[in-house]
């Protein structure tokens, strides 16, 4: 179990953290402020997932468009669990929605992304204090 936590961890670096720290590196040299670079990658991250975070918002607020409608079919199948479950489904492909698809995949996306961040800026910290 420790070599394969291991190796995921070497996959995660080399797939988010090492480039983010080179990026960083780059806008550093580029830039010569180290401060600056960081706000101007933190910006470059944040275009990166604009549009994963608009596909988030959009359903969000899909979602609360049809609460009223939730609500009412939860009053009319109050103790019947799936036929809760079959009626909202039925609600969200009229609507042409997936609540999965439109509210915790962005997420998911995004947290090893913002995870690479963290990371490389842990060790660029790190690395200054040696």
Not at 17 to 32: C, D, H, S
């Amino acid at each position: 179990m420790g070599q394969l936590l291991g190796q995921f961890g070497y996959l995660f670096n080399l797939i988010f953290t090492y480039p983010i720290f080179n990026l960083l590196m780059v806008l550093e040299r580029l830039i010569g402020d180290f401060g600056l670079a960081i706000i101007v990658l933190t910006l470059i991250v944040k275009l990166i997932l604009l549009p994963l975070t608009l596909k988030q918002l959009k359903s969000m607020k899909a979602t609360q468009a049809l609460q009223p409608q939730i609500a009412e079919i939860k009053k009319k199948h109050p103790k019947d669990q799936k036929a809760q479950m079959e009626a909202t489904q039925a609600l969200y492909k009229e609507y042409g929605m997936n609540p999965l698809a439109g509210s915790c995949l962005p997420l998911l996306i995004q947290m090893p992304v913002l995870f690479g961040l963290f990371y490389a800026l842990s060790a660029v910290l790190r690395n200054a204090h040696t």
